[in-house]
């Protein structure tokens, strides 16, 4: 490398053009770039060293449609940097745009070859796509059975992503003609008749054409025969010919979240094989990814058991030991341990060991040492868990509160939002974020009739702008926890319900927690009373304001529809425009006994608060469980997802009632609901269980023990399948809630059982969310340790940042073998959407912690 750079400094010091110096200068140091052939594995992909080539390991699953974690897709050294190889019908498809169907995969280790049928069933459109490895690269070949239909010639094309955090401020070669990957989308585009668009998911439109009926259309940056990406960057450079032309789009002009993307149309009037690429991706000759090393950026305690893990390529040897340092105060740093790593062993793609320091007491800054891989500095100090929850309450839930208008010293986070109140929606109607209105309202409301007084309290639920009631009772449930194991008591939030305002950092003499309660049962409260009970959700309608960014306010007109005007008409108290949330209404007796469990925690809370609140939570929870008691024993069997979450809500509910009228009824209830829960689920229902605990007598404790116990082998069982010694969950939503909560359930069984389970079980839980995981060592806590996540799926993503305190989901996996939690990509919602509940669920653990922190030894 060094010679290459010699000669470039004499070509500077040389008078050729931009261009020939461009070239010269790319053909340096392509040179230098090498590749190796790949092998077909066990495991169904395509490898070698610095490269693994997934063809549909994913697919596309139809739920959230284009993910990004789909078709044919690289590893190209240590990280995804392509995806959505597969026939689509956009120059740069969007999330809601028509997914291909796998009908079938063969993989056949003979031809080393891995073949795909894809489907688009509303066109009854075919392909086959056939991978096999050639040279240094590999072909794709895309083959139909019949030609492109007719409403699909010169849309039908064969795309393959890559992801802009890899190729912003690098070049691409095509045709020898040199460019550069643009940092922010710049290139033209073209307006057409929406006449010609191929419809999105269920008639939906993400785009807001203001009545014009068109759509934009990407144009590409540049097309040729061949196209070199990254030529000058070894680790990501990649080349694709072809006989065809390829166009390079960036996908980026229709979304913040859009992809760079190399298409060629498929021919018209044409079977058999129609496309073929060679694509060459580059590797690095004996590539290694580095050492990965987890440990708590948060820090640790002098007495508690730490232990870090480190990551390792299948193809390194661990070594033999590692080291301590600590800061001196001369401001060097000295070796306090060197002591030998346990080898692990393997745990999907990567091999493990780990580094037991827990001798290392003394208080200070250290680092961690292996081989040539030095960790940044971390603390062992006593209180070191003693603020980690503060950007979440100080920050993070007032963000996210809902018709407020929130400010952080000189920054407005957003103004009052959703003062237009809600709609009911519309019969048999099928929303894209999977809420649904059945054949009937079960209100009072005709269908988009206005459900009036609605504009008080709530939080978004995640990085949008919805309520999801579900999510709600959980934070509820969670903070009134807090409030009653810890009495946090944090003050250093001004809010003020009657202007809607709130300001961050300002002290107002109210506990935080308290007016976080007060602001989630408002909204509960206001379902129950105007449209007589909890609802699934509410939610913007329309898919062109889903996807907006930025301030909650904007999201709509905040003007209550009127029909009598035209769209986009307003007479200055009301508006044409359709974009007012909708209520979906449908009823379900597992919300109404959850609600019932959240009204009632949070009269206890509320008592001496907001007496009024108070009493009006626990009179609305016992009518709305006696009026979820009569729709249970009419109910129909239903397998969804939320009723699965939903079960033994009867069960919470009748335990917060019990603990909020001390009426024995409920208490009999609870009794003869939790054992055959528990027989049934022990690790599903345990938390219910330990939480009545100090109120049901020494009997309820003694046998609540028995379970204890048989949770205690079942965790062991689960966790002993990683070395991180926690539940990680292998799906498209990343576990730090699973985490979280684990760990929680393990305090409560430490301070009621403790010769059962150890502290260290919840501290581990902390430790992982804090960077002692895969893939990584960064905080999964925005702005908590000293490293945390750079990025993450809030309303502020579209500014590659984060908001203080949110918990991100983490890891996601791709099967068969990849977990991964990009920092460079907000845009990926299972791996960095903060969502409440988990907030909730992180402040309530870190508190714990803190309690176990006062224990004696």
Not at 532 to 558: F, K, M
């Amino acid at each position: 490398m060094k010679e290459i750079y010699r000669v470039i400094s004499i070509f500077l010091d040389c008078t050729f053009s931009k261009k020939t110096l461009i070239l010269l200068c790319f053909g340096g140091i392509s040179n230098i770039s090498f590749s190796q052939d790949l092998t077909l594995n066990d495991k169904e992909y395509f490898e070698t060293p610095g490269l693994n080539v997934l063809v549909f390991s994913n697919e596309y699953n139809g739920m959230f449609f284009d993910e990004k974690t789909a078709g044919i897709e690289f590893i190209h050294h240590g990280v995804r940097t392509v995806t959505g190889g597969a026939v689509r019908l956009h120059n740069t498809p969007e999330q809601w745009d028509l997914i291909p169907k796998m009908i079938s995969r063969k993989v056949d280790k003979a031809t080393n070859t891995i073949e795909v049928k894809l489907r688009y069933e509303e066109y009854n459109f075919d392909s086959n796509i056939t991978v096999t490895p050639k040279g240094k690269g590999f072909v794709i070949n895309v083959s139909l059975d019949k030609p492109v239909p007719k409403e699909l010639e010169g849309k039908a094309g064969f795309n393959m992503e890559f992801i802009p955090t890899s190729y912003v401020e690098h070049n691409y070669l095509v045709d020898g003609k040199a460019g550069t990957f643009p940092r922010y989308p710049s290139s033209n585009t073209q307006i057409k008749s929406s006449v010609q668009k191929i419809p999105q998911f269920g008639g939906h439109n993400t785009f807001d054409d203001r009545g014009r009926n068109e759509y934009i259309i990407p144009l590409p940056l540049d097309s040729g025969k061949k196209v070199i990406l990254a030529p000058e960057t070894p680790e990501h450079k990649v080349k694709i010919e072809s006989d065809q032309e390829v166009m390079l789009f960036d996908g980026r002009n229709l979304g913040q979240n859009g992809w760079f993307v190399a298409r060629s149309i498929l021919p018209i009037n044409k079977t058999g094989k129609v496309l073929s690429w060679y694509v060459e991706p580059n590797t690095i000759p004996n590539w290694k990814r580095e050492p990965v090393i987890g440990f708590s950026q948060v820090g640790y305690m002098p007495n508690q058991k730490k232990v870090a893990v480190i990551e390792l390529d299948k193809n390194d040897k661990p070594l033999a030991t590692a080291s301590i340092f600590k800061l001196n105060e001369d401001g060097k740093f000295v070796e306090k341990l060197n002591a030998n790593v346990k080898v692990w062993g393997n745990y999907l793609r990567y091999n493990y060991a780990q580094f037991d320091f827990s001798s290392v007491k003394e208080k200070g800054l250290y680092y961690i040492q292996y081989g040539n891989q030095k960790t940044n500095t971390f603390q062992i100090e006593d209180a070191i868990y003693s603020n980690v929850w503060h950007p979440t309450m100080d920050v993070w839930f007032p963000v996210q509160m809902d018709h407020m208008e929130v400010n952080e010293a000189y920054r407005v986070w957003h103004g009052k939002p959703f003062l237009d109140d809600c709609l009911q929606a519309p019969l048999n109607h099928e929303h894209f974020d999977g809420y649904k209105q059945g054949p009937t309202t079960e209100t009072k409301y005709k269908p988009l009739e206005r459900i009036p007084n609605m504009a008080v309290g709530g939080w978004f639920d995640a990085g949008d702008f919805d309520i999801q009631t579900f999510s709600h009772v959980s934070v509820i449930n969670s903070f009134v926890e807090s409030w009653e194991a810890f009495r946090v008591n944090r003050d250093e939030t001004y809010i003020d319900q009657k202007t809607q305002y709130v300001d961050i950092h300002r002290p107002d003499g109210k506990p935080d927690i308290l007016q976080q309660i007060e602001h989630g049962a408002l909204n509960l409260v206001a379902q129950v009373e105007n449209i007589g009970h909890p609802v699934r959700g509410i939610v913007v309608p329309n898919l062109h304001q889903y996807h907006h960014l930025g301030d909650a306010s904007t999201e709509t007109d905040n003007l209550p529809y009127n029909p009598a005007l035209k769209p986009y008409e307003s007479n200055g108290v009301s508006s044409g425009t359709m974009d007012d949330r909708w209520a979906f209404t449908n009823r379900t007796s597992f919300l109404d006994y959850r609600t019932v469990g959240a009204l009632a925690s949070a009269n206890r809370a509320l008592k001496g608060y907001n007496d009024e609140l108070a009493n009006k939570c626990l009179s609305l929870a016992i009518k709305l469980f006696d009026e979820a008691n009569e729709i249970a024993k009419t109910a129909k069997p239903d397998d969804s997802p939320m009723s699965r979450w939903g079960k033994g809500s009867d069960m919470i509910a009748l335990l917060q009632l019990y603990l909020s009228t001390k009426d024995d009824k409920y208490k009999e209830g609870y009794l003869s609901k939790i054992w055959p829960l528990l027989d049934e689920n022990v690790e599903f229902t345990i938390n219910s269980a330990l939480l009545a605990v100090p109120y049901l007598g020494d009997g309820y404790k003694a046998k609540i023990r028995e379970y204890a116990i048989k949770y205690k082998a079942s965790i062991d069982k689960e966790t002993s399948d990683n070395p991180y010694g926690v539940p990680i969950v292998k799906r498209g939503w990343g576990g730090s809630s699973q985490v979280i909560n684990w760990a929680s359930t393990n305090f409560y069984i430490h301070k009621f059982y403790p010769d059962v389970i150890d502290k260290e079980y919840v501290y581990q839980g902390l430790n992982y969310v804090f960077g002692c995981h895969p893939y990584s060592n960064l905080s999964f806590v925005n702005a908590v340790g000293n490293k945390s996540k750079k990025v993450a799926y809030g309303n502020n993503r579209a500014d590659f940042t984060t908001i203080a305190g949110g918990v991100v989901p983490g890891l996601i996996f791709l099967k068969p073998d990849f977990l991964e939690n990009k920092d460079d990509w907000p845009f990926l919602w299972g791996e960095n959407e903060c969502i409440i509940d988990g907030g909730a669920w992180f402040v309530f653990l870190a508190n714990a912690v803190n309690e176990l922190a006062q224990e004696k030894n």
